[in-house]
């Protein structure tokens, strides 16, 4: 079974990609003076006490004195035991800190994500469809100013707007308040919103363009000669070929906004999350928290690229499995 | 007809159609133009003809003569704008060229089908051929899918696929050109059309190929009792296949005839020409000098004039010359020799091939 193969052949280059991206991390704090033996030797200084010996005590309670080899072990153990550590900044270990973090991304996230998957290419084809008339010209200005707009100066707009002058929106995030309801849905309106609009232009541009190459292909005078009505020609024969090259950008777009632009509208939104969390530990020195949390964002980046090559295998019947 | 009548509404329609000699289709003044940035293109300028019933009519000319556009035309394929399509189509007595995109979504695929030329393209790579014949008859008809599964694969082992049920759920990718073409015409096939037009179906093959899928093709409007109207440029094909026969040239009818009057009689200057490139009747396969007339801007009088051995001045004078018996009732000719003024005697005496004493 070819299909199965491939999946587990790309599964496993995952593990590997991962394994790499551990290795690096791991070499680069190896490398990095470590801020607390460097503090422990300050303070020993200045209550008169030895500097060198200090060090070299807090070395040994954190297991640096022991050769590389078995650090990267324990390291590697860690990892993938999910022994992240201790956030000293939260005073919360760093996996149980992440999982808040995700409940309050992902309350946002999933939203944008699925708006975005649905209309993205249903406007692309629709933009297609009616190619170069008023209502594809505004569809794509729209993409286009969506994509241009950084997605946290456009969050801010929208605050000072309908939050601050217009008071539509709340202005600060009530985390307290229950996932499903109205409340919730109320103050999640304008990030969703923003992180549509920053991700749906490309996906939309993307879906116009191969569509509008699809639209126009001998298969459809086929189906057309065939009896089909135009809406199910759009939406079957033109639609089911334009996902193949949209499923690599979608995953890819999602990927970047999802790891990059959530961070700072969080911020600007005052939500808890997972960008949040990381920001506050970048400005605290969190190591653990930042480590923790660069590994997650990694680990969804390759888990994101594995399902982008399996999507895209599936979708297009003229992949062959073999020799992959 | 209307657009919700049984197939046995329509059958008893043909019937009807025969018996009072109304043929299945009749083309009148039929004229599609398409807007481009260099001005209105006229790709088929006022042509008109008939099929009748289980007849094979084949539309000849070289490429760009308007024989693809001028089928495309009859069921208004062709995309609105930038097309533009006036005439009258008339299908078993009723005049398809005016009625609504809904009925005419009912006549193509369910009473006039299309085959075309390249079968590597006619089909959607992104789904299997089993689906995209199922769905041409469950566009047509309301079967249960297993039903419409069973007639595709019927289908399929009719038109020489072999292991049919097999092969009912690959893709098109998994099919030789030859196939292709033969998933094609079963899918054309599906809803026994009265009509099938057949875009230059074999141009993309190879010459082994054509000639099975030629010979498929006659069995079939034997068995499906159907008409066949055949776009070519190859005239070996015309031979084999036609009834009738109209020869096509920069968007006008040249010449219309007998299959036997086209080969023997050839009466148009262009008809001669087309058949003096064949070895048989002496050609060198040198084509005809010349190139086809700007479609933007088609010069006043015949629109062959300029590559014609026989032009006078009043040639190239006034409309396009209309048809004119040439040598029998059915068969006509578009050139001003063989009006009251004319001579066209040189013409006749030039017919190629008159000297080759067998046929």
Redesign the interface.
Same mark, same amino acid.
């Given at each position: 079974m070819g299909l199965l193969r491939y999946i587990l052949a790309r599964t496993a280059w995952a593990v590997a990609v991962t394994f790499i991206i551990v290795t690096i991390t791991f070499l680069l704090i190896a490398l990095a003076p470590d801020p607390n033996i460097s503090q422990a030797a300050t303070q020993a200084a200045l209550q008169g006490g030895d500097p060198t010996e200090a060090a070299q005590r807090e070395a040994e309670m954190r297991g640096l004195d022991q050769p590389l080899h078995i650090r990267y072990i324990d390291f590697l153990q860690g990892v993938y035991t999910l022994e992240w550590g201790w956030s000293d900044n939260r005073a919360q270990p760093v996996t149980e800190a992440l999982l808040e973090g995700i409940y309050y991304t992902a309350q946002y996230s999933i939203p944008w994500t699925i708006l975005t998957i649905i209309i993205g290419p249903i406007v692309g084809l629709y933009s297609a469809a009616n190619m170069y008339s008023w209502k594809d010209h505004l569809a794509t200005g729209f993409a286009f100013a969506g994509w241009a707009i950084p997605n946290f100066f456009f969050a801010l707009i929208l605050v000072l707007i309908f939050s601050v002058w217009l008071n539509l929106f709340p202005l600060s995030y009530d985390p307290s308040a229950p996932v499903f309801s109205l409340q919730n849905v109320h103050q999640l309106v304008l990030p969703v919103f923003v992180l549509v609009t920053g991700s749906i232009g490309a996906i939309m541009r993307v879906s116009r363009n191969e569509s509008a190459e699809f639209q126009n292909? #001998?298969?459809m =005078?086929? #189906?057309?000669? =065939?009896?089909?009505?135009p809406l199910r020609a759009y939406a079957l024969?033109v639609m089911?070929?334009t996902l193949?090259p949209l499923s690599t950008t979608l995953v890819g777009q999602i990927l970047v906004i999802f790891l990059g632009s959530s961070l700072l509208v969080e911020i600007v939104f005052g939500i808890p999350g997972l960008g949040r969390i990381t920001f506050d530990a970048l400005i605290n020195q969190d190591t653990n928290l930042i480590l923790g949390a660069t590994l997650l964002f990694t680990f969804i980046a390759v888990m994101g690229n594995l399902v982008e090559d399996i999507v895209f295998t599936i979708?297009?019947?003229?992949i062959s499995y073999d020799d992959r | 007809m209307t657009a919700n009548s049984t197939t046995d509404e329509r059958l008893a329609d043909a019937a009807t159609g025969e018996q009072t000699d109304e043929p299945l289709l009749r083309v009148e003044s039929l004229t599609t133009e398409f807007d481009t940035e260099n001005g209105t293109l006229t790709a088929v300028d006022d042509v008109s003809f008939t099929v009748d019933p289980g007849e094979t009519v084949c539309i000849v000319g070289e490429s760009g003569s308007g024989k693809t556009v001028a089928t495309e035309s009859i069921t208004r394929i062709i995309n609105q704008p930038p097309g533009r399509i006036t005439g009258e189509v008339w299908f078993k007595g009723e005049n398809i060229a005016a009625c609504s995109e809904r009925t005419l979504r009912e006549v193509r695929g369910g009473e006039i089908a299309h085959v075309f030329q390249n079968p590597q393209e006619a089909m959607n790579h992104c789904f299997t051929v089993g689906w995209q014949i199922v769905e041409a008859i469950r566009i047509h008809e309301d079967v249960p899918e297993a039903a419409a599964r069973e007639r595709a694969i019927e289908l399929l082992d009719r038109v020489g696929i072999d292991n049919a049920s097999a092969r009912f759920d690959d893709y098109p990718h998994e099919f030789s050109g030859g196939q292709k073409q033969r998933v094609m015409i079963a899918m054309a096939l599906a809803t026994s059309p009265d009509l099938l037009i057949a875009d230059e179906p074999t141009t993309a093959l190879d010459v082994t190929v054509q000639s099975q899928i030629l010979d498929l093709l006659a069995e079939l409007q034997g068995e499906f009792g159907m008409a066949i109207l055949f776009v070519t440029h190859d005239l070996g094909v015309v031979a084999q296949l036609a009834d009738e026969v109209i020869v096509m040239y920069a968007g006008k009818v040249m010449e219309r005839g007998s299959v036997y009057d086209i080969f023997e009689r050839p009466s148009h200057p262009y008809t001669q020409a087309l058949l003096g490139c064949l070895p048989e009747y002496g050609g060198a396969g040198g084509g005809i000098p010349g190139i086809l007339p700007d479609p933007t801007a088609p010069p006043p009088g015949c629109r062959f004039a300029d590559r014609c051995e026989f032009v006078v001045p009043d040639c190239r004078e006034g409309d396009h010359p209309s048809e004119l018996p040439a040598t029998a009732a059915d068969h006509t000719v578009a050139c001003i020799h063989y009006g009251p003024e004319g001579d066209a005697g040189p013409i006749r005496d030039a017919t190629p091939g008159s000297d080759r004493g067998h046929r």
């Open positions: 292909a #001998a298969f =005078k086929t #189906a057309k000669a =065939k009896g089909v009505s024969h089911r070929p193949v979708l297009d019947p003229r | -």
